[in-house]
């Protein structure tokens, strides 16, 4: 089954008086349980595209299709759910809430669903720490947590809600390599135990290797990458 489905998509951004191409005509299909590596330089339009499978924003022309639902035909409020049931996001620079313990970021998305109750949300919070090895520094805020710490904090935020997409705009960007490949390794691993499709942007050529699949955008424009993947 096709969780995304990306027919001729165009995005303009309009800067004052001059127009910005960034996506030019994108045609893109992914299956349920894909882990893909979206690669491409600074400006290629990346983070557009992951915006879109998102539903933050909204193409121009063209038509999105997330779990078979067609975006476009969605009111503020439907979309709004569809992305809160279905995505889930991390980031690189994390996202985190600086205030709040690692339990309480896990927890944070988790209280706009009525029917979790608190002892639902904690078996949550306890489930997906543990995932991400983080159980003995539930309570710590991010300042007290290494980067690639943050990240897998900002996992599990992103796994509690049981999204069908995590979606992760240059996850890597802001760690060093070992801990940033230790980031994708565990990535690579919950794709692997839970099914979860994951979709990633990457300019990071050892990052783009661990992708089973691996689509390049070159100014706005897909090029699928013919090669099979580790
Ligand atoms: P990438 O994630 O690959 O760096 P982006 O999707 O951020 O690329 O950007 C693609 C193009 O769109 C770039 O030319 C960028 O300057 C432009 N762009 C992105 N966001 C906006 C925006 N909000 N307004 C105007 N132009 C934008
Ligand atoms: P239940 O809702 O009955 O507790 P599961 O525990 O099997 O069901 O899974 C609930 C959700 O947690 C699912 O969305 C599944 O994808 C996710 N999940 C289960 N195991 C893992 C794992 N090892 N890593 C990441 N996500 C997981």
Do not use: W
Not at 98 to 106: G, P
Not at 140 to 150: A, E, I, V, Y
Not at 176 to 183: A, R
């Amino acid at each position: 089954m096709n969780i995304v489905r990306i027919e001729n998509v165009f995005k303009e951004y309009t800067l004052g008086t001059s127009q910005v191409q960034a996506l030019k005509g994108i045609n893109l299909q992914i299956k349920s349980g894909e882990f893909l590596a979206i690669a491409g330089p600074s400006g290629s339009g990346k983070s557009t595209l992951l915006n879109l499978i998102g539903c933050i924003d909204t193409p121009s022309s063209g038509k999105i299709y997330i779990n078979n639902q067609d975006v476009s035909g969605q009111t503020p409020d439907q979309l709004s759910e569809l992305r809160a049931r279905t995505i889930g996001f991390i980031f690189q620079t994390f996202n985190l809430f600086s205030v709040l313990s690692a339990a309480e970021n896990v927890e944070y998305p988790l209280l706009q669903f009525k029917e979790l109750t608190a002892s639902k949300r904690q078996e949550r919070i306890i489930k997906f720490l543990d995932i991400v090895g983080l159980q003995a520094f539930a309570h710590h805020r991010p300042n007290q947590l290494s980067g690639g710490q943050r990240q897998r904090v900002a996992i599990a935020r992103a796994l509690a809600t049981h999204p069908k997409v995590i979606l992760a705009d240059e996850p890597t960007a802001n760690l060093d390599h070992k801990t940033g490949e230790d980031i994708l390794q565990l990535m690579k691993q919950i794709n692997r135990d839970s099914g979860t499709t994951f979709i990633f942007s990457t300019h990071d050529a050892k990052v783009m290797a661990m992708a089973e699949r691996l689509v390049r955008i070159e100014d706005g424009r897909l090029v699928e990458e013919d090669r099979v993947l580790a």
